[in-house]
């Protein structure tokens, strides 16, 4: 069993957000999953709302009867002590995280908790790095962000594509993602407030490469591709600037396998032109919308918090994400797939995240880790077990 955080502990993995839509599903993806002897919490704001979520999880599972309710609001530190000191994992899905995460990053770093979540905000992820790194790195927590669709069937396709390429050659990836989902009330809220803050983002991300090593003997980049044509995937690739394409080049810095020198692309995979048009289009008009604050708060009012896609529309959505790899005089071709991106499969992503952070026999890291770094081989192992499709489509 992997204990990085030092004596026993009331709680294996603690849930912070359980009772938010992501939150809830990944609860019951616990109550299902977590193995036999795991000790797990839920923990949210509202007693009265994390009874109700009980009660729904032992309606199906009875062993969740007893299952224990935690409470914290993520602006009270001394609760947020409380519940880092608690567990040795805690799993996140309290979003927005740029304006509700900071306390509960601070509470684990300090504690030597380990700690997940499902941020795909940039800038959270750059200033977590400039003020919580150095302290996780003293105390051996290990930050987890970005444990969902943002990034990891990304940040772990590159890392199994590296794998299918030779060792100490310079390589190369591009990655094309399709999806048809549709996004719930908290992801709208955080992609909004992400949108409305360029600048605070493009500074934390300049302070951060200030501050960060740099990369002796290897090179290590995710520069933005161009749009264009992939006779690959036979669909066109946008250029994709999510958080995605920095947590793959932060795996490729950390880890000697992705090369001397590693370049990584992210796209957006779209079969029509009209519709690749269509969709920057929209984008650009939405992140416009986020610079003006009366218009913000119209689009958040549009999409209630805690409500997102119903089980019947979950079912029907998927995500493909094909990779292109090439070095060393070798082309492969790889995909990750799954089902609903956003919901269903991250709420399976963050769960066997934070049991392999508890229970798995992981590699020593401390501080902001990727998921590929904290836990590639044992994570990818685990979600392919869980359903989650990584595959070798050929090689050339
Ligand atoms: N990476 C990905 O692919 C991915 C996918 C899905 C979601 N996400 C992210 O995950 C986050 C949650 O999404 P969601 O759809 O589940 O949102 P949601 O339904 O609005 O849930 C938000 C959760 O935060 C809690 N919360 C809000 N303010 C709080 C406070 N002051 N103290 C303690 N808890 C507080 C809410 O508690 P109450 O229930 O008491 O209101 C709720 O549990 C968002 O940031 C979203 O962008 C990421």
């Given at each position: 069993?992997?204990?990085?955080?030092?004596?026993?502990?009331?709680?294996?993995?603690?849930?912070?957000?359980?009772?938010?839509?992501?939150?809830?599903?990944?609860?019951?993806?616990?109550?299902?999953?977590?193995?036999?002897?795991?000790?797990?919490?839920?923990?949210?704001?509202?007693?009265?709302?994390?009874?109700?979520?009980?009660?729904?999880?032992?309606?199906?599972?009875?062993?969740?009867?007893?299952?224990?309710?935690?409470?914290?609001?993520?602006?009270?530190?001394?609760?947020?002590?409380?519940?880092?000191?608690?567990?040795?994992?805690?799993?996140?899905?309290?979003?927005?995280?740029?304006?509700?995460?900071?306390?509960?990053?601070?509470?684990?770093?300090?504690?030597?908790?380990?700690?997940?979540?499902?941020?795909?905000?940039?800038?959270?992820?750059?200033?977590?790095?400039?003020?919580?790194?150095?302290?996780?790195?003293?105390?051996?927590?290990?930050?987890?962000?970005?444990?969902?669709?943002?990034?990891?069937?990304?940040?772990?396709?590159?890392?199994?594509?590296?794998?299918?390429?030779?060792?100490?050659?310079?390589?190369?990836?591009?990655?094309y993602v399709r999806t048809d989902a549709v996004f719930s009330g908290g992801t709208f809220a955080s992609a909004l407030t992400a949108m409305g803050r360029g600048p605070q983002m493009v500074r934390a991300a300049r302070e951060r490469r200030l501050h960060e090593p740099r990369l002796v003997g290897r090179r290590a980049r995710a520069p933005?591709?161009?749009?264009?044509?992939?006779?690959?995937?036979?669909?066109?690739?946008?250029?994709?600037?999510?958080?995605?394409?920095?947590?793959?080049?932060?795996?490729?810095?950390?880890?000697?396998?992705?090369?001397?020198d590693f370049r990584y692309r992210h796209f957006a995979s779209v079969k029509r032109l009209p519709m690749a048009l269509g969709g920057t289009a929209a984008v650009g008009l939405l992140a416009g919308a986020a610079q003006i604050p009366a218009a913000r708060s119209w689009l958040s009012a549009r999409v209630a918090p805690g409500t997102g896609?119903?089980?019947?529309?979950?079912?029907?959505?998927?995500?493909?994400?094909?990779?292109?790899?090439?070095?060393?005089?070798?082309?492969?071709?790889?995909?990750?797939?799954?089902?609903?991106?956003?919901?269903?499969?991250?709420?399976?992503?963050?769960?066997?995240?934070?049991?392999?952070?508890?229970?798995?026999?992981?590699?020593?890291?401390?501080?902001?880790?990727?998921?590929?770094?904290?836990?590639?081989?044992?994570?990818?192992?685990?979600?392919?077990?869980?359903?989650?499709?990584?595959?070798?489509?050929?090689?050339?």
């Amino acid at each position: 069993m992997n204990r990085q955080n030092g004596a026993e502990r009331p709680y294996d993995v603690v849930l912070f957000g359980a009772t938010g839509f992501v939150g809830a599903l990944t609860a019951r993806y616990l109550a299902a999953h977590a193995p036999d002897g795991c000790r797990w919490a839920v923990a949210g704001r509202s007693r009265a709302k994390l009874e109700e979520l009980r009660a729904e999880l032992a309606a199906e599972h009875p062993a969740c009867a007893d299952l224990p309710l935690l409470t914290a609001d993520a602006d009270d530190p001394v609760a947020l002590r409380e519940l880092a000191g608690s567990a040795h994992v805690v799993a996140s899905t309290v979003g927005p995280y740029v304006r509700y995460g900071e306390g509960l990053v601070a509470a684990c770093a300090e504690a030597g908790t380990d700690y997940a979540d499902l941020t795909g905000e940039a800038e959270f992820v750059d200033r977590m790095y400039l003020e919580h790194d150095t302290r996780a790195r003293e105390t051996g927590a290990r930050l987890v962000h970005a444990c969902g669709f943002d990034s990891v069937p990304h940040d772990l396709g590159v890392y199994f594509t590296v794998r299918q390429l030779p060792e100490g050659v310079p390589l190369t990836v591009d990655g094309y993602v399709r999806t048809d989902a549709v996004f719930s009330g908290g992801t709208f809220a955080s992609a909004l407030t992400a949108m409305g803050r360029g600048p605070q983002m493009v500074r934390a991300a300049r302070e951060r490469r200030l501050h960060e090593p740099r990369l002796v003997g290897r090179r290590a980049r995710a520069p933005q591709g161009s749009p264009h044509f992939s006779p690959e995937t036979g669909t066109w690739g946008l250029p994709l600037p999510t958080l995605d394409p920095r947590v793959v080049e932060r795996s490729a810095r950390a880890l000697e396998r992705y090369g001397p020198d590693f370049r990584y692309r992210h796209f957006a995979s779209v079969k029509r032109l009209p519709m690749a048009l269509g969709g920057t289009a929209a984008v650009g008009l939405l992140a416009g919308a986020a610079q003006i604050p009366a218009a913000r708060s119209w689009l958040s009012a549009r999409v209630a918090p805690g409500t997102g896609p119903s089980e019947q529309r979950r079912r029907r959505s998927w995500f493909t994400v094909r990779f292109v790899g090439e070095g060393g005089g070798r082309r492969v071709y790889t995909e990750v797939s799954g089902g609903d991106p956003g919901y269903d499969e991250t709420a399976k992503m963050l769960a066997e995240a934070a049991l392999a952070l508890a229970f798995d026999d992981l590699p020593a890291t401390s501080g902001q880790v990727t998921t590929a770094v904290a836990a590639g081989d044992a994570l990818l192992e685990r979600l392919q077990a869980a359903g989650l499709r990584f595959r070798v489509a050929a090689v050339r």
